[in-house]
């Protein structure tokens, strides 16, 4: 019943820019908070940024400075704008949310197929 679905990814060259966009759907009572995660090949999935619905927005040491995670909360969406991609930033990004949807009493993790991030010259 709960979608989230990620877009914007791509090929981009080194000290390019690319705008991803998680979209979520359904019957969504409450959002909590939405993240952004990234998983090479080869590598474990980590977090790269974060924002606490009401709070914070947090982001990885190494890409401080270069994204930056925003929302529309009208529309359950966040974006991640990156900039001055670098190489290393290559992998599939993938969308999550805490929220609590019809007919949960409790808020649970969602998350979405990906989107890719090849950075390349």
């Known amino acids: 019943q709960v979608h989230l679905v990620e877009s914007g990814g791509g090929l981009v060259q080194p000290g390019g820019s690319l705008r991803l966009s998680c979209a979520a759907s359904?019957?969504?009572?409450?959002?909590?908070?939405m993240r952004w995660y990234r998983q090479a090949p080869g590598k474990e999935r980590e977090l790269v940024a974060a924002?606490?619905?009401?709070?914070?927005?947090n982001y990885a040491d190494s890409v401080k400075g270069r994204f930056i995670m925003s929302r529309d909360n009208g529309k359950n969406t966040v974006y991640l704008q990156m900039n001055s991609l670098k190489p290393e930033d290559t992998a599939i990004y993938y969308c999550?949310?805490?929220?609590?949807?019809?007919?949960?009493?409790?808020?649970?993790?969602?998350w979405g197929q990906g989107t890719q991030v090849t950075v390349s010259s």
């Open positions: 924002i606490v619905f009401g709070g914070n927005t």
């Open positions: 359904g019957i969504i009572f409450t959002v909590n908070a």
């Open positions: 999550n949310a805490k929220l609590r949807s019809y007919p949960s009493a409790v808020s649970k993790d969602y």
